[in-house]
């Protein structure tokens, strides 16, 4: 399984910036799609998750700005990221929890990071 991101760059505070990443393999079912971030000097945290059914958690911090949302028949999840902010700033990784085609357990599964850069 190949987990593919797009959509990084480097923008202004206030403006939005959607990320995109697209799951590819022998994929059978995804469990869970998920955002992450890491920013400089710092531990790679959760940003934003969306189940199989749709449930959504987010950070506090990105609460009311980013929004997740996945397509099932496409293997894709996207982050709606507005109102952005100098903090916001790092790399953003794709993560899914996937059961592949004659899998026996579902496995955590990587993208390689897409780097947003607000800029103040």
């Known amino acids: 399984v190949q987990l593919q991101a797009s959509g990084g760059g480097l923008v202004q505070a206030g403006v939005s910036l959607e990320l995109s990443c697209t799951a590819s393999g022998r994929i059978f079912i995804i469990n869970s799609m998920s955002w992450y971030r890491q920013a400089p000097g710092k531990q790679r945290e959760l940003v934003a998750s969306i189940s199989s059914g749709g449930r959504t958690n987010y950070a506090d911090s990105v609460k009311g700005r980013f929004s997740i949302s996945r397509d099932n028949a496409k293997n894709t999840w996207n982050l709606q990221m507005n109102s952005l902010k100098p903090e916001d700033t790092g790399v953003y990784y794709c993560?899914?929890?996937?059961?592949?085609?004659?899998?026996?357990?579902?496995?955590?599964?990587w993208g390689q990071g897409t780097l947003v850069t607000v800029s103040s």
């Open positions: 993560n899914a929890v996937v059961l592949t085609s004659g899998g026996t357990r579902p496995l955590n599964y």
